[in-house]
């Protein structure tokens, strides 16, 4: 296998893990963010504990996916990460789409008598 074979390989597995979030995406609460990952979950608990060291943050996710193209199975029941870094979590907006919205065309409005 040639690097211009593995490099392709690369490309194409990118292509399916961000369709892959696309598709998951509106099944999910959170989006949460560490040094080493990327999570979407449905419940996020971020602890804070102070230790020798300095702070470090203790992370538990319920019902997540994880962005990771070597893993074969993404979505996990639960999650816990222990880390000294930075860990953002966003809420994620959910909004009620029409179906002809989703579709990418808004149905013209009914005429009226």
């Given at each position: 296998?040639?690097?211009?074979d593995?490099?392709r390989?690369?490309d194409?597995?990118?292509?399916r893990?961000w369709r892959?979030y696309r598709?998951?995406l509106p099944?999910?609460?959170?989006v949460v963010?560490?040094e080493r990952?990327f999570y979407?979950?449905?419940?996020v608990?971020?602890?804070?504990?102070?230790?020798?060291?300095?702070?470090?943050?203790e992370?538990?996710?319920?019902d997540?996916?994880?962005?990771?193209?070597?893993?074969?199975?993404r979505?996990?029941?639960?999650?816990?990460v222990?880390?000294?870094r930075?860990?953002?979590?966003?809420e994620l907006?959910?909004?009620?789409?029409?179906?002809?919205?989703?579709?990418?065309?808004?149905?013209?409005?009914?005429?009226q008598?």
């Amino acid at each position: 296998m040639s690097e211009e074979d593995i490099e392709r390989f690369e490309d194409d597995m990118e292509i399916r893990l961000w369709r892959e979030y696309r598709d998951v995406l509106p099944m999910f609460s959170f989006v949460v963010e560490t040094e080493r990952r990327f999570y979407l979950a449905n419940h996020v608990e971020v602890r804070e504990h102070e230790g020798p060291g300095g702070v470090w943050f203790e992370v538990e996710l319920g019902d997540a996916w994880v962005w990771d193209m070597y893993r074969p199975a993404r979505f996990v029941g639960k999650v816990r990460v222990v880390t000294t870094r930075d860990v953002n979590v966003e809420e994620l907006v959910r909004k009620e789409i029409a179906p002809d919205d989703a579709l990418g065309a808004s149905a013209p409005p009914e005429p009226q008598a």
